[in-house]
């Protein structure tokens, strides 16, 4: 797919869960775009995924945070202010899932994903939007999912989280906008992740269901959800806040069986 260039060239984001994955994918697209990208994620092997990229020409640092505790949110934080002359955008995209059956689910299972899929976001855009208040604002992006509209059983905690998510974005537009800061929440389907990718090699079945799952009979690649992240944190979507921006190749707006995603 050609590269939309959305002229952020030289800005500074931070983006949580940047280490692999959809954040891996947002990280690649801005730094491409010439952005100096935050990757703030868990693992320490982030340090060499970052570097490879360094290597490659692109301005990504690593700084290793773990969303789920308010102190390593503090941390990350401070660090940015300190080493960046402002702070231009922050994408949201640390997040888990824990699905089994609703009836065995845990107590701490749900504390965990409440805490990492949504308190993370209110943490991280506040510390975001204190930062970015005085140097002319930004822009804030939160992954939710297509499971905050409709999911499936088993997925009721994550559903919730993304749910939330949603609707929190559509108050901090508000809350937020009288400082310049827009805030939009991108919603992804199913995405071909290194662990989506083994699934569906592991399964031929189960990758022809999800292909013809999609209107588009193809499923979003990370630099995908990147594209329109990079368009969201851009000056093309001046006119956008509260928004939620659906990218599932249609799965959403189809009735499909039982076993569907």
């Known amino acids: 797919m050609a590269e939309q260039q959305y002229g952020i060239r030289g800005r500074v984001f931070v983006v949580t869960g940047g280490g692999a994955g959809i954040g891996l994918g947002i990280v690649k697209v801005l730094a491409g775009q010439g952005a100096r990208v935050v990757m703030a994620e868990c693992n320490p092997e982030g340090a060499r995924t970052a570097a490879a990229l360094n290597v490659a020409g692109l301005d990504v640092r690593f700084i290793q945070c773990d969303v789920g505790d308010p102190k390593s949110i503090e941390s990350l934080f401070s660090q940015v202010r300190s080493d960046y002359p402002k702070l231009d955008g922050l994408v949201n995209n640390a997040g888990l899932t824990i699905h089994g059956d609703f009836l065995e689910a845990t ?10 899929n949504l308190r993370s976001m209110f943490l991280c855009t506040q510390h975001a939007a204190r930062t970015m208040i005085g140097t002319g604002g930004g ?5 939710s999912s297509n499971h905050a509209g409709a999911s499936t059983e088993g997925f009721e905690g994550y559903a919730a989280t993304k749910g939330g998510i949603t609707a929190m ?3 901090m537009a508000w809350s937020l906008g009288k400082h310049s800061i827009r805030v939009n929440s991108l919603s992804p389907g199913l995405t071909l992740t290194d662990h ?26 990370p630099e995908d959800v990147g594209q329109l992240a990079a368009f969201l944190l851009s000056d093309a979507a001046i006119s956008m806040t509260g928004a939620d921006v659906m990218a599932d190749n249609g799965v959403s707006a189809h009735l499909v069986n039982r076993n569907g995603i």
């Open 139 to 143: 822009a804030i992006v939160n992954i």
């Open 169 to 171: 974005t559509r108050a």
């Open 196 to 221: 989506i990718g083994q699934l569906m090699s592991d399964r031929p079945d189960l990758a022809r269901f999800y292909v013809a799952m999609h209107a588009t009979q193809r499923i979003n690649q």
């Open 107 to 116: 107590l701490e299972s749900w504390e965990r994903m409440v805490n990492v």
